[in-house]
């Protein structure tokens, strides 16, 4: 009778102890996801407020965020209702139609099932809890991985803040908008784990495969760039076999739900992707210099001249659709140079450091498929989404790079510091652009 008791007493001690670390681990995650203290509660509320304040506008007044009769290219060749109804095409959003079944129901659910001004609200605020979220998580990045002072980590956040990519996604319904959070955030994770020399467990790295790639499928590959930097990989065959499991586990599970998707119908697969391909890669009369420098890289970052363009819904109805053009002053050409020159430069000063080879070896994954296979070049400023939070953080490591040097410190906050001010100046002079747009043509 003294033996069963204690060992129901040592059951219930297990059970109690195994009771408090799932919920110690669950306080973990939250405190990795959201805002963790003060200073990073004030800059997502001011981020949630101030995108909030253009997003509300917009679609309280404004038919561009949603009208169903334009499945596309309404503004800079977002797809908003045709991701909103059903996730975009299966060859490169495989899983996203389930994620945005939820976004559309949620806000159906809101605006008692109507498509009016608040069922726009709510797929703007729900665009916006993201990008403002995703910029906690640069912050945190910044803070706790770089490890860079408070003053310069917010200056780079704000600058970040006022890129095209951010601003745009703070108000768009569409796969990008949530890749941004969900690429950011496992970047920091990945970050986290990797700077406390631990692996990355089987079930967020399945999670992350599903999420990041089921968005949008060529973005899977960087969920499994950090596994290529984990302790002992290449000296060890056990470590390697543990990795490879995970990788193929993950990543079998994606194909699964993948192919579950289209009904175990795989060359549906490959019909499809050579069509994207083939429609998307058609060559431009732009010179490739510039789209890349104009599109790829500085359209993510600081808007341009705008085209409108007269388009149709193939039923009869006509609008007009906002493009944007190439640089047509030097000013955005020296202001996209001296980005890059900062990005490479931390690249090569800290090429021995593990967390810069992860960003890059991410950012040339898209740099590949746009610049070099010329995949959706002449939009690639909607792609932002999947890369653009490099740069802020490539930023970052320069200045972990110098923190020994206070004058070159000085230096980069300042030359940093004058980038930002164009930026601000040129990106809200050009939304005054982009309100006239909407006034004369989405009232």
Known sequence: ???????????????????????????????????????????????????????SYIALNYRIIFDDRIPWDA??????????MTGGGFERHPLSNYFFDFIREFSLWISDGKKNEIFRLVLAWCSNFAVSLALVQLFKYLRYIVRIPLKINVLITFFFAFFTTPVLLSFTPETYTYTLLFL???NYYAAAKLKKEKKISLFPLTFASVLVGGLTITNIVKVYIPILFEKGLFKNFKNFFN??????????????????????????????????????SKPKV???????SSWFFGGNMIFSNFVVRDYHNKK????????????????????????????????????????????????????????????GLHTSYIYGGHFIFVVPMM???LFFGYK????????????????FVFLVANNVYRMEEFFWFLEKNYK
């Open 1 to 55: 009778m003294i033996c069963k008791t204690f060992f129901a007493l040592f059951a219930f001690k297990n059970h109690i102890f195994a009771k408090i670390l799932s919920l110690k681990k669950f306080k973990d995650t939250l405190k990795l996801i959201f805002p963790s203290n003060g200073i990073e509660w004030i800059l997502f509320i001011i981020f949630l407020t101030s995108y909030g304040i253009l997003g």
């Open 75 to 84: 503004y800079f060749s977002f797809d908003n209702r045709s991701i909103v």
């Open 184 to 186: 950011v955030a496992f």
């Open 243 to 280: 990795a490879a499991s995970r990788v193929i586990i993950s990543a079998a599970v994606f194909v699964l739900l993948f192919l579950y998707r289209l009904d175990w119908d795989y060359m549906r697969i490959f019909t499809k992707t050579g069509e994207q391909y083939e429609k998307f």
């Open 286 to 292: 732009t010179p490739l210099w510039d789209m890349i």
């Open 316 to 375: 009869g109805f006509h609008y007009n659709a906002l493009f944007m053009d190439v640089f047509t002053s030097v000013a955005p050409y020296i202001f996209v140079g001296a980005v890059l020159i900062l990005v490479f430069w931390s690249y090569f000063k800290n090429f021995k450091n593990k967390f810069v080879q992860i960003l890059m070896l991410s950012f040339f994954v898209d740099i590949i498929i746009h610049c070099v296979l010329k995949f």
């Open 395 to 397: 930023l970052g490591w």
């Open 404 to 419: 020994n040097s206070p004058k070159m410190l000085s230096f980069l906050t300042v030359f940093v510091g004058i980038l």
